[in-house]
Nanobody, 123 residues
Framework: QVQLRESGGGLVQAGGSRRLSCADS????????MGWFRQAPGKEREFVAA????????SYADSVKGRFTISRDIGRTTVYLQMNSLKPEDTAVYYC????????????????WGQGTQVTASS
C-alpha cells in the first residue's frame, strides 16, 4: 500500500519560492509514477506536474512550465516540487499523487492521494 505524506506548504510572497516534499512510506513497488495536483477554492483539482519514477521523465502543466520543477530522490521514495516565481494564482491546496501506471495527466490516472498541503502566494 502506498502512503503519501506532503510537507512544505505555507505562506510566501508573490515572486518567492517554496519546495514541497512528498514521502511515500508504503510499498514503493505499488506505484510507477508520482505527481502533484492542486485545487483552489471553487475550482476543480488540476494537474501540475508528474514524474516517472524509473526513468525520471517529467511532464508539466502549461501554467507552471519554466517555474516549477518536479524531481525525485535517489531512493525513489520522495518526490519534490520546487516552485519558483510564485504568483497569487498559484494559491491552492497541493496534493501529492501516485499511480500504478507510468503516466499521470488527469485525476483519473491517480490511484493514491496525499492529504494535501496549503500554499498561499500573497501579492
Amino acid at each position: 500500500q502506498v502512503q503519501l505524506r506532503e510537507s512544505g506548504g505555507g505562506l510566501v510572497q508573490a515572486g518567492g519560492s517554496r519546495r514541497l516534499s512528498c514521502a511515500d512510506s508504503g510499498r514503493t513497488s505499488d506505484r510507477n509514477s508520482m505527481g502533484w495536483f492542486r485545487q483552489a477554492p471553487g475550482k476543480e483539482r488540476e494537474f501540475v506536474a508528474a514524474i516517472r519514477m524509473s526513468s525520471g521523465r517529467t511532464s508539466y502543466a502549461d501554467s507552471v512550465k519554466g517555474r516549477f520543477t518536479i524531481s525525485r530522490d535517489i531512493g525513489r521514495t520522495t518526490v519534490y516540487l520546487q516552485m519558483n516565481s510564485l504568483k497569487p494564482e498559484d494559491t491552492a491546496v497541493y496534493y501529492c499523487a501516485a499511480s500504478r501506471g507510468f503516466n499521470i495527466a488527469t485525476w483519473s490516472d491517480v490511484d493514491y492521494w496525499g492529504q494535501g498541503t496549503q500554499v498561499t502566494a500573497s501579492s
